[in-house]
């Protein structure tokens, strides 16, 4: 069980702090790191403009090295933190965790999705029109998965602090 408190710990520090680096979610628990990633790849773009091809390969450099934090934080709640919740949870824990643990797909569809675009980008075979098309498309995207991500985390954040609850809880229960 110590295991367990040890990993929502770290899982809920890995979720803290946006405010100090994101002032507009001020209260929000999210990421710091990949939150001010999604920030600084909304931000590559100007206004109906494309700052160049070193600026997409920064963007394509930022969503890889997402894409592998990401992985690394998602793989840990999906292998280790879903077993503990089974073991010591009961069924509604179980089922928030699959609901929130479904959303994964979701958001690692979207990053796959920005890095297609950006590729596409970089390609180079796209006309001026299709082009300025692509890159608004591709900014708004960033910005709706942002605060996609932003609520998922937010979400993630407060099961993880009932289920602490709930196994200090019972770890205080066998102790009697």
């Given amino acids: 069980m110590d295991d367990t408190l040890r990993l929502i710990d770290q899982l809920i520090e890995e979720h803290k702090a946006v405010g100090e680096k994101a002032?507009?979610?001020?209260?929000?628990?999210?990421?710091?790191?990949?939150?001010?990633?999604?920030?600084?790849?909304?931000?590559?773009?100007?206004?109906?403009?494309i700052a160049g091809r070193d600026d997409l390969k920064k963007?394509?450099?930022?969503?890889?090295?997402?894409?592998?934090?990401?992985?690394?934080?998602?793989?840990?709640?999906?292998?280790v933190l879903q077993p503990a919740?089974?073991?010591?949870?009961?069924?509604?824990?179980?089922?928030?965790?699959?609901?929130?643990l479904f959303e994964h797909t979701d958001l690692r569809d979207r990053l796959l999705h920005c890095r297609k675009r950006v590729d596409e980008l970089l390609g180079g075979s796209l006309d001026q029109v299709r082009r300025d098309a692509s890159v608004r498309d591709l900014r708004v995207y960033i910005n709706h998965s942002r605060r996609l991500l932003e609520t998922h985390a937010a979400r993630e954040n407060h099961f993880l602090t009932?289920?602490?609850?709930?196994?200090?809880?019972?770890?205080r229960g066998k102790e009697k």
């Fill in 23 to 49: 002032q507009s979610l001020e209260k929000a628990a999210n990421d710091v790191r990949l939150l001010s990633d999604l920030k600084q790849a909304r931000d590559t773009f100007l206004e109906g403009d």
């Fill in 59 to 79: 963007l394509e450099a930022l969503f890889n090295e997402m894409g592998t934090w990401l992985d690394k934080h998602f793989k840990r709640e999906e292998t």
């Fill in 162 to 171: 009932e289920f602490r609850k709930h196994l200090k809880k019972a770890a």
């Fill in 85 to 100: 919740v089974r073991h010591y949870g009961d069924e509604k824990f179980v089922a928030s965790l699959n609901s929130l």
